[in-house]
């Protein structure tokens, strides 16, 4: 068995939006006890297999790879294990793919047994989307995300947090609204299980807003939450639920057999961990009992209210519990995850005597955090030794920079926001694209329309006639940059994951971007020139000196096409990790080519920066990547600046100064917790300033010259990864910026930092 396996009374808690509004759509499916009720946002449709209604199987983590065929062979002799058993069902909680190709769901659906074809029941992990240039296909194979079913006297919820190629998870509005609609319309008396792929809670932070889910389904009877993603086997109780992390495939033949059973305390559904050994023998062993009827373990310790006041360089907490709530401890702290300090040591509260003793309070410190909006985690410790956890947030004062306005838009802002003659443009994951003319004191609507769901940037052509909208509907748009008016389409075959690069050739503009595996060359027009095979996955943006156009693949190459024609001028080998996985993960991939002086072309991989000749593809220069410890280079775009190449290592949140001659590092600094997309943004004043949004929300400011990093205001309550757009001067500049909600933060008061 795995010796990865706790049993806590903790909390184990350590974002795929959906492009079009989730419709439900009730299908009965059979008859009797073992029927099920699916409500379906689209997609496949699960049948009945005909098995014993009382119990299920359960799969996690995957990571079925074509090219690990051992893998494969765990899965299939697990799931003949688990079709002689006769399931009512089988939930699978995501990472069910290694990179969420084609060839992967594939050969996952052809390993399953064909009885057992349309009752499984899946929600994606990270691995189908955190790499995918085309995420559309995990509903092609396999259906929608988020939808729920009744069976066995249960109802069940799967829920995707999750959008393509993101890094940070975010419930999206469309599920939350989804979510409540469903809940309401389960029976009073049907005990509800939620599965997804990640654990919620204090104590693991994947999706930055599931409290908005905890406090969402408190006062409906969830009594357990499946989940995935730590490849470990952990029990804890929070909240009125028990939540079970099942194990990986990658660490052993592991599935879960879940059985309703009626114990002394009443309904139950008694979970046991099964090893399928290589010999057929299978070995189990008891996981976990979870109770059916209400009260779960901590379900009665809250909700209780809660108000957090900044005062000096601490925040005074104070929460009243209910009365009749057995609560031994009351403890707080700052959010861990999102604003990346040492702050995982909770804080307990002194229980005041007041209101019967309802009332806890105390201080937590916050000398470290920067002015804006936060979030305070708050435990409440049961006699049982169960929790239940919740959130308040708070605001730090600031005596500078500050945001001014919010503008809502809907759907998540993804891509890097469009500038140009102080009119900035935002597309959403769900389609709309909006121009605006920001200034210091309000955010004036130039136009709206609609396109197709947008992850990446608008680009304006040279002349600022036309906007050019990647698009993963398969379409690049023209829209007209005056009034919003869609001009042309053309239809690329994949989604747009890439980032459009401009550049003129013989006089004549054109544009570049990957798709999938292919690069593609269009005029102004629309019309495409001419397209090539870069052998790998591709989502960043290729770069064109006129001559020859460069860009970085999945398969761990660098590519040089002719610019006229497409043909192959050279490729370099960047990375050779001897699997598709491998090069993927640590190649040039989602790269930001960009063009140095003295003919050379600069390429980033996961861990290291990397200088090649631009007519031959010979090596001028390797950054010190490794030496230094670099950890995510890749994701940031590089910045050219007349102080050197600026790159952040989003993982440790590290700046680096680069010479560009030679690679060699001239300066680094501590900045911020994390970052992955947003780019820094120069000043128009200064030039060696440069803004930078961080996928936490944190604003820091980069003086190259003095070789400093301030942090200066946290913007966002929420991850981001769109680079943000700085127009105006002085006084009246106004830095905006978008995130996972959708929302525009107008910042200013940046003269005064």
Not at 411 to 430: F, K, P, S, W
Request: with cysteine; net charge negative; aromatic share 8%.
């Amino acid at each position: 068995m795995s010796s990865a396996r706790t049993e806590t009374t903790s909390t184990a808690l350590s974002l795929k939006s959906l492009t079009t509004s989730v419709s439900r759509r009730a299908v009965l499916l059979g008859g009797g006890a073992g029927a099920l009720s699916l409500a379906l946002g689209g997609g496949r449709v699960h049948a009945v297999p005909g098995g014993e209604p009382g119990s299920f199987a359960m799969l996690m983590d995957l990571h079925i790879d074509d090219e690990r065929p051992a893998r494969t062979a765990d899965f299939e002799r697990i799931m003949a294990h688990i079709e002689a058993r006769n399931p009512g069902f089988v939930l699978n909680c995501g990472d069910i793919t290694e990179l969420g190709l084609a060839r992967e769901y594939e050969a996952y659906l052809a390993a399953i047994p064909e009885s057992l074809r349309e009752a499984m029941m899946e929600v994606p992990g990270n691995h189908e989307q955190q790499w995918s240039v085309n995420y559309d296909l995990y509903e092609q194979y396999l259906g929608e995300g988020t939808y729920s079913f009744d069976a066995g006297g249960l109802h069940f919820i799967g829920l995707d947090p999750q959008a393509m190629m993101e890094w940070g998870w975010f419930y999206d509005d469309d599920v939350l609204d989804w979510l409540e609609r469903d809940l309401r319309s389960v029976p009073e008396d049907t005990p509800i299980i939620l599965f997804q792929h990640y654990a919620m809670g204090a104590d693991w932070n994947y999706v930055h807003n599931d409290d908005e889910v905890l406090r969402i389904i408190e006062g409906y009877p969830v009594r357990g939450i499946f989940v995935g993603h730590s490849h470990l086997t952990e029990v804890s109780r929070y909240n009125g639920a028990t939540q079970v992390i099942g194990n990986s495939l990658k660490n052993g033949p592991y599935y879960y057999w879940v059985e309703r059973t009626d114990t002394d305390s009443g309904p139950a559904l008694e979970i046991t961990e099964v090893t399928v050994h290589a010999d057929g023998e299978a070995e189990e062993e008891q996981l976990a009992i979870v109770p059916l009827d209400d009260p779960g373990p901590g379900g009665d310790l809250g909700p209780f209210q809660m108000r957090a006041n900044p005062e000096g360089s601490e925040v005074s907490m104070r929460v009243d519990v209910h009365p009749r709530a057995d609560v031994q401890e009351v403890q707080a702290r700052v959010h861990p995850y999102a604003y990346g300090r040492d702050l995982e040591r909770w804080v307990n509260l002194d229980r005041t005597g007041q209101a019967g003793g309802r009332r806890w309070a105390g201080q937590v410190d916050a000398a470290e955090l920067w002015p804006g909006p936060h979030k305070m985690e708050v435990r409440a410790v049961g006699a049982d030794g169960a929790v239940y956890d919740d959130v308040v947030r708070f605001e730090l004062p600031t005596s500078s920079a500050r945001v001014e306005w919010t503008t809502q838009l809907q759907g998540r802002i993804q891509g890097a926001l469009a500038e140009r003659d102080r009119v900035v443009v935002a597309g959403t994951t769900t389609g709309h694209l909006e121009a605006y003319a920001p200034t210091h004191r309000s955010n004036r609507p130039v136009w709206r329309t609609t396109t197709g769901p947008v992850y990446r940037q608008p680009v304006f052509t040279p002349d600022g006639s036309q906007l050019l909208v990647p698009s993963s509907d398969h379409h690049l748009y023209a829209h007209d940059a005056g009034s919003g008016a869609e001009l042309w389409s053309t239809e690329l075959g994949s989604p747009l994951a890439g980032d459009l690069a401009l550049a003129e050739v013989d006089g004549q503009d054109r544009v570049f971007v990957a798709v999938g595996t292919t690069l593609f060359s269009l005029d102004l027009g629309g019309e495409v020139l001419w397209s090539a095979e870069l052998n790998g996955i591709c989502a960043g943006r290729p770069e064109c000196d006129g001559e020859q156009v460069y860009i970085g693949s999945g398969d761990g190459n660098a590519y040089a096409f002719d610019a006229r024609t497409g043909e192959l001028a050279w490729q370099r080998a960047l990375v050779d990790r001897g699997s598709t996985y491998g090069n993927v993960l640590y190649g040039p991939w989602a790269c930001y080519v960009r063009l140095l002086p003295d003919g050379a072309v600069l390429f980033t991989t996961f861990t290291n920066a990397i200088a090649l000749d631009t007519a031959t593809g010979q090596v001028r220069w390797e950054g010190q990547g490794g030496e230094l410890g670099m950890l995510q280079v890749l994701y940031t775009p590089p910045t050219l600046t007349d102080h050197g190449i600026l790159l952040v290592d989003g993982f440790n949140g590290t700046v680096h100064l680069v010479d560009e001659a030679t690679g060699q590092e001239k300066w680094q600094a501590e900045a911020l917790p994390r970052n992955f997309g947003a780019a820094p943004v120069p000043s128009p004043e200064e030039d060696s300033v440069y803004w930078l949004i961080g996928q936490s929300g944190l604003l820091i400011r980069i003086d190259l010259a003095n070789e400093s990093v301030d942090q200066v205001l946290q913007v966002l309550p929420n991850y981001t990864q769109s680079t943000a757009a700085l127009v105006g001067s002085g006084s009246e500049q106004v830095l905006v910026a978008g995130g996972q909600d959708g929302v525009l933060h107008g910042v200013v008061g940046l003269d005064q930092v």
